[in-house]
Structures are given as C-alpha cells and as structure tokens.
C-alpha cells in the first residue's frame, strides 16, 4: 500500500500536473485537459501507465443542502426529484406521507433551531461544521466506466490518499478544502495488469443565499408539524351585538382543560397546556417553514448542482412590510416555540442578515452573499385587510373589525400603492445594495391571484369559509379584491422591482423578477375542486358552507357534520387547490395568534381569535403545492442569476398517475 502512494506521488511530479482551476461548480475537465495526465510512461517493475480509453472520475458534494444535519434529510428530497420538477416531487412526497407531510420529524435535524438561532458550528453527518463559514466539505467520488478494474486513489491539498487497490466502483468519501482545487488522481490496474491513470479537479462551488421577505416568503399556512385535531368539540362564544351563542369547532388533541364554555375565563396555565399543544414551525414567531418556496428553491438548486454546497439562511417572517420586519424589527406572530422561547422581538431581516454576514467573515473575510430570494409588499399595502374586508360577512363583527383595523378597503390599499410603496422601495434597495451589490442577485418572486379559476374568479360564499360564523366571501368584494391586485398591484409591483414604468432607481438597482407561476395558479384558485381531491375534503368540506354541526350538544361530541373524525384531516394530501381556505389553514395550523391587533381575543374561547386565525394565519396563502410551483419558477431565475446552467433533465420511467379530472359544479 505504501509502495502505491509512493509511486503515485512520484509520477505526480514527472508528470506535472498542476493546471488552471475551473469556474466553481464547473464539470471538472477530461483527463486530456489536465497536463501530463494520460502521458504514457514506463514505470519500475514494467508497470506501463497509458491512456484511460472510457474511464472518468466522477463526484459530487454530500449532503449539499448544509440547513439538513442528516445526509437522510437531503437523499429523500434528491430521491423525490429524481426526473421530476420541484411540484411533481411535492406530489410524490404527499403521496408516500400519506398527506401527513415530510417535515413534521425534522425540526430537530437542522442548523437553526426554533427560535431562528443557528448552530454554528453544526454537528453535520458526525462532523462538527461551521454553518456560515465551512473549512471543508465531504464529497463522493468514484470511477465511471471501470468497473472491471481496481484503482488507487491520491490527493494533493493535503487530503489523504487511499493506498491499496479497490474497485474502481467502490465510492470514496474524503473531505476536501473549501475555496481550493483538489486535484484527484485514480491508477486503474486491469485483470490483465494494465495500469492506466486518469485525473480530475474537485471545486465545490461554495453558495451562500438568505430568503427574505413577508409570510408568503416565510410559508405561513404550512406548519412544519400540523396541529394535531382533537375529534370532539371545543366551544366558542360569539358576541352578535348584545347576544352571546355558542359553537363548537376541532380543539386541540391532548388538551386537558375546559373545553366547554362553562369558565368565564381560563387561567393562564390553561392557555399555557393550549399554547403547548400548537402546531409547530422552523421558527414560530415568524411562522417559517420548510415548505417555504424559498427554501425549497435553494434545496433544489443544491440537489440539481452536484459540485455546489449550498448555505441557505431564512429570515422571511409572517406580517413583515418593508418598514417593519425588513427595515425595522417586529412582534413575533406567536409567543411560544415549543421547548424554546419565542424572542421578545423579531429583529429587522436586513440588520439580521447584515451581521449574520459580518459573523461569517470573521472566519473568512471572503465570504458573500452570493443570492438573497425576496418576496415583499403585500403587507405594505395591506392585503390582510382586504382578506379580511372580503372573508368577514356578518354586519356586527364586520363593524367591529373595521373599528380594529382588521377590515381594510380597495381604495386604502390603493392609497398605499400609490405613496407608501414606491418611497419604501427607495430605502429598501439602497439597504439590499450593501449586502448583495448588484441587485440582480435579487431574485423577486410576486405573488399570485389566489382566487383565480379557469374560466374567471372565484364566485366567493362560504365554501371553504364556514369555519367561522361570521365568515362568507362576499362575490362583489371578491370581485374587486381580485381586480385590484392582478391590474394594479402586480403590475405595479413588477415595475417597483424591475426599475420600469417610471421607478425611481439607479444603477444596478433592478432586481431579477419572478412571475411566470401566476399562470400556474390560475386553475389552482381557493375554490377549486377535483375528484381526485381528498375523500375527507370532498365529504367534509361542503360547498354551501355547511361542515360543521350547527347545534351545541351534537357539536361538543361530533363537530363535523359529515360524522368523520376531523383528525383524518390531512393537512399535505395534494389537492387541486393550492391556496389555504380558512378551512383549511384552522385545520392545518389553528394559529393563536398574540400581539397582532387591537382586537385581541380575551381568552381561548372567545371566537375573535378564530378572525386573526384565519386573517393572520395562513388562509388565502399557498398550500405546499403552491409554494413548491412558485419554486420551480425562481429556480429558473435562480440559474440566470448565478451562471449556472440548467442540467440535463432526467429520464426516469415511471407509471403514469391517475388522471385528474373537475369534479362537477355543486347545483
């Protein structure tokens, strides 16, 4: 073993081969390339090194998503995208999750715990690693086109040799320098005891991109762990002017408290067992998730760039405007984070990140920011309070909303479009220009019509609104919601981020914009329905609004009218429509939301809370599905940005699915 390394390290000195390194991230170059690397030379004892005729090292960067502690992590996405786009693998995903969804066990396998704090350094595959600044990255290598033969491996940069023989289809696993060329090279030993070289480069491209933004950023509606629903009743107490009523929806499962409306007011450590038993997210304070279109864009450019490591840092947060939450710090949307403490204040997403990065270079004043993904400006114009003016139908608690500040209007919105957005933008690109340079390396994605159908909009009611009684989406309001944002607030949007149509920008101030998805959508509306949807929706979820028992007796023991436990919910099933009803995002995350408005409920059965739930919590966002379509069209972007090509689709065989047809129109 030792004589091979010997000889390996004398040949590399006969034969020069010091050469020029490839771009990062670049296939490493043919054996031919590489100076000296197929010279044939006689060598002692009548070994006769000669061209590799077919033979080629190929490698790739493990675990290349670095957010991912466990290599098992990163291989079920790689394995779900396997000839698949990012929206196709969602769907294989759910299917092999049964709905359940596939991040609901990996909260604890990250680099960022609860409360958005990174590990750093980070125990990764058994290796303890810096998050922000990596030394080194563990790569796989072997030989393609040898598997008759046995190799002997050698490094330069330090990296230890493999002396000895092995099969050339065996697959090594060194860990090479960060921001240096490794040069790998292979003696190939035949059964008729030819030996042959061949030689390659590995440099990984070392990638650092943040996501920023507001909730559709950070993936609101789409909890990481889904609450878990309890199968009887929980009550609430609705307040119509003078009259109070009650009604019963899901609770949580495990709560152990008052679930009637007997107490006038639970203690707080009855809200503390309620707060314990919530859904759960990469950080609940800003409600971040993992199926965020921003995360899954930076995973699938890892799994698609075999020689790139990818350092992904989210800091989107739901309720975030430009002012506050990028600018400006924030109030958290919930308060506890399971086993960790919810920060008091949510920092602002640009002071974050801008010492995030300084922490980074102190370990290597090279380090860049390399892309930042952003979505922002629903909230600046107040889409919340259009949600709400549209959602919320009953006369007396729409009057009060207004009074809240819950229940907004086209004409304020735009007012805001027309003032306040512009002037934010200024300062927002001027803050972005210190930490990325040219801001083509912004990769914007807007946003998409939720309520777009084939044909139109959605005709609006209380299908998918009937978790709450004040609920019912109003047609003529729908209407206008829907016209104002696709003729006025995307176009101008568009314009904001790509210094047209008269924005006040300088040099190097446009940024690269997303918005080839909104087409995708338009059959994905909230309403839309298909016979391939869940059994659960299509039986429990009924277009007149009638779900949920309307007595309190029947309610507190079966709340669902169609008499199925609301547990067989599937929060992540596929489903035609990718935008969360109200229904929908109660089921999947029924966010309690604390801090978020004036109107704040004054207990755990006070029905208000279940307003802000729908308002503040996830309906009219994107299901998963949604969020892995906006992904699939920044990933095209995404290339464009960084030079990087678009790799050579691949060609798996597979059964077709089952065909997906329009369930008919309810009469």
Same mark, same amino acid.
């Given at each position: ?474 047609? !003529?309001?729908?209407? +206008? %919601?829907? /016209? ?10 568009? @314009? #904001? $981020? ?125 299901? !998963?599905?949604?969020? +892995? %379509?906006? /992904? ?10 960084? @030079? #990087? $090509? ?22």
């Amino acid at each position: 073993m030792r004589f091979a390394s010997l000889l390996g390290l004398a040949l590399l000195a006969l034969t020069d081969l010091a050469c020029a390194q490839p771009l990062p991230g670049a296939d490493p170059a043919p054996p031919a390339a590489i100076p000296g690397a197929d010279r044939a030379l006689s060598g002692s004892g009548g070994i006769n090194l000669a061209p590799a005729s077919d033979a080629r090292i190929v490698w790739e960067v493990r675990n290349r998503f670095r957010l991912f502690r466990e290599e098992k992590d990163f291989a079920l996405h790689a394995d779900a995208m396997r000839g698949r786009s990012i929206v196709e693998a969602e769907q294989e995903l759910a299917r092999e999750t049964e709905g359940r969804g596939w991040a609901r066990n990996m909260l604890g396998r990250l680099c960022i715990d609860g409360a958005g704090r990174l590990a750093d350094p980070c125990p990764r595959d058994g290796v303890q690693e810096s998050y922000l600044s990596p030394t080194d990255f563990a790569v796989n290598l072997r030989v393609e086109g040898a598997d008759d033969a046995t190799c002997s491996w050698l490094f330069d940069q330090g990296v230890g040799a493999k002396g000895g023989y092995l099969p050339c289809a065996d697959t090594l696993s060194p860990r090479v320098p960060a921001g240096k060329t490794t040069i790998v090279t292979a003696d190939l030993r035949r059964a008729d005891g030819a030996v042959t070289r061949i030689s390659a480069e590995i440099a990984v491209q070392d990638l650092l991109i943040a996501g920023m933004g507001d909730s559709i950023a950070a993936g609101e509606g789409n909890p990481d762990r889904p609450v878990a629903l309890a199968d009887d009743g929980f009550c609430f107490r609705q307040f119509v002017g003078t009259t109070r009523s009650e009604y019963f929806r899901p609770g949580r499962a495990g709560y152990k408290g008052d679930k009637s409306c007997e107490l006038s007011r639970p203690g707080p450590e009855q809200v503390e067992q309620w707060n314990r038993l919530a859904a759960r997210w990469l950080n609940a304070a800003c409600h971040r998730s993992l199926y965020s279109y921003q995360l899954r864009t930076a995973l699938a450019l890892a799994i698609e760039q075999p020689h790139a490591a990818v350092t992904f840092l989210p800091l989107a947060c739901t309720g975030a405007s430009i002012e506050t939450g990028l600018l400006g710090s924030r109030r958290p949307r919930e308060t506890d984070c399971g086993d960790i403490k919810c920060p008091a204040t949510v920092p602002s997403q640009v002071s974050h990140l801008a010492s995030l990065l300084a922490q980074a270079r102190r370990k290597d004043p090279g380090r860049k920011l390399d892309l930042l993904l952003l979505t922002v400006g629903a909230n600046d114009i107040d889409f919340a309070g259009l949600v709400g003016d549209v959602i919320i139908e009953e006369p007396w608690s729409r009057s009060l909303f207004q009074r809240s500040g819950v229940v907004g209007s086209v004409g304020n919105s735009q007012t805001l479009l027309d003032t306040k957005l512009p002037r934010d933008f200024v300062r927002l690109r001027a803050a972005l220009k210190h930490l990325v340079g040219d801001l083509k390396r912004v990769v914007f994605t807007s946003y998409a019509n939720p309520v777009l159908t084939a044909e139109g909009n959605c005709a609006g009611g209380r299908d998918g609104f009937d978790i709450h009684p004040a609920f019912g989406a109003d047609p !003529a309001r729908l209407q +206008a %919601a829907s /016209a104002f944002v696709q003729e006025r607030f995307l176009p101008a949007l568009k @314009a #904001l $981020a790509t210094c047209t149509s008269g924005a006040l920008c300088g040099a190097g101030e446009a940024m690269t914009f997303v918005e080839t998805h909104q087409e995708a959508f338009a059959g994905h509306g909230l309403c839309a329905r298909a016979v391939s949807d869940p059994d659960f929706d299509k039986d429990c979820f009924s277009p007149e609004g009638k779900s949920f028992t309307p007595r309190a007796v029947e309610g507190s023991a079966a709340p669902l009218a169609c008499g199925r436990r609301p547990s067989a919910f599937r929060a992540y099933a596929s489903r035609m429509r990718w935008i969360r009803t109200a229904n929908d995002s109660y089921f999947a995350a029924m966010t309690y939301p604390q801090g978020v408005s004036s109107a704040q409920p004054s207990d755990i059965h006070d029905a208000t809370w279940g307003v802000l739930s729908a308002v503040y919590g996830g309906a009219v966002h994107p299901t !998963a599905e949604g969020h +892995a %379509a906006m /992904a699939d069209a920044a990933l095209d972007e995404v290339r464009h940005a960084l @030079a #990087l $090509a678009r790799p050579e689709p691949e060609v798996v065989a597979r059964p077709l699915p089952p065909p997906v047809g329009l369930a008919p129109k309810a009469e």
